[in-house]
């Protein structure tokens, strides 16, 4: 296992800045998940990671060494990408082994670490099988084995799930986290699916436009987040946010309440116009208006709402989050 370091790394195409002089620590044994919209520049990051892009500028240090002229092969890293790349007229046990054999590893030495990483994985019963006759789920259990028999010091997931249906992604998850938990190898997590991120990460880095604009544990990335944009790409729904003089203020859907079920001490109550009930079965989600403001209250199924009418809504002051008009950042509540 290992540590990451980044400094000032930076990574242009032409005039894209890709990666724009990010700065980032993960910790030996860490599950650093780099969560952000499409051309955000995590898969970039990741790359630059594996030695398969070469930085603009900036450094890459992994084991406190610099490793940025180091080739892929020789940084200690293992890299499952998007598509599993396995090799269609091989068994499962072939395609596992094929790092090793490369290395001309001796036959015992090849079963031996074989099996250790398709116990681990709970895919021991599917080494005699091609890539045909397995599911998604197993194709993405196969890759990660690939990766883990080279016994990596940090392994990169570039959007390992995305392939799989969701009802099998939520499965996945589960077993890549506990997963984790057994080997405790350093890893980096590449994905735009904030569930993803939120269920697997030890903390995110959420990017945009090739810079991370908040690093945090899922909890404070959630409760406290640093600016609207990170406000408004975590959460289902989003948080929302209604102008106030000169500050935004924000509040999760699911802080939000009618008045009349909520105490009234240390609360503060808008007029809510209710323009439409989505009900989701668990719950339901109301769609309307403070103002000029679009706003969602995320409740329970069973209380009572009609379309088109308004009510008075309240959040408790401690759910508040203010943020600058035009610069979108986070400023603290005595300010405002």
């Known amino acids: 296992m290992a540590s990451v370091e980044l400094r000032s790394l930076t990574k242009h195409f032409d005039q894209v800045k890709a990666v724009d002089n990010v700065d980032l620590k993960i910790s030996d044994g860490e599950f650093l998940v780099l969560l952000g919209p499409s051309g955000s520049g995590k898969t970039t990051l990741m790359r630059l990671c594996a030695g398969l892009e070469q930085p603009t500028a900036g450094r890459l240090f992994i084991n406190g060494q610099v490793v940025n002229d180091f080739p892929p092969r020789e940084r200690g890293i293992a890299m499952v990408f998007q598509s599993y790349a396995l090799y269609p007229h091989k068994t499962v046990f072939k395609n596992i082994s094929f790092p090793l054999t490369v290395e001309k590893l001796g036959k015992k030495e090849i079963k031996q670490k074989v099996e250790w990483a398709a116990g681990l994985l709970g895919i021991g019963h599917l080494l005699d099988r091609r890539p045909a006759q397995i599911s998604g789920g197993e194709k993405q259990r196969v890759a990660i084995a690939r990766a883990l028999v080279r016994t990596p010091k940090v392994l990169l997931l570039d959007e390992p799930l995305s392939n799989l249906d969701a009802q099998v992604r939520q499965a996945a998850r589960v077993e890549l986290k506990k997963f984790h938990r057994e080997i ?84 503060i109550t808008f007029r809510f116009k209710i323009m439409r009930v989505e009900n989701l079965g668990s719950n339901k989600l109301a769609y309307g208006t403070i103002g000029d403001a679009k706003v969602i209250a995320n409740l329970p199924v069973r209380i009572p709402l009609e379309e088109g009418k308004e009510y008075d809504f309240s959040v408790r002051k401690s759910d508040l989050r203010y943020y600058d008009k035009d610069k979108g950042v986070r400023i603290d509540r005595a300010r405002s």
């Open 184 to 267: 405790g190898v350093t890893t980096i997590y590449v994905t735009h699916d904030q569930a993803e991120a939120m269920g697997l990460g030890d903390r995110i880095a959420v990017m945009k436009s090739g810079r991370i604009r908040q690093i945090g544990t899922p909890d404070v990335i959630y409760h406290d987040p640093a600016d609207t944009f990170v406000a408004g790409f975590i959460g289902i729904p989003p948080m929302n946010f209604v102008e106030q003089q000169d500050v935004m203020v924000g509040f999760r859907p699911e802080a939000f309440h009618p008045s009349n079920l909520a105490h009234a001490e240390n609360r």
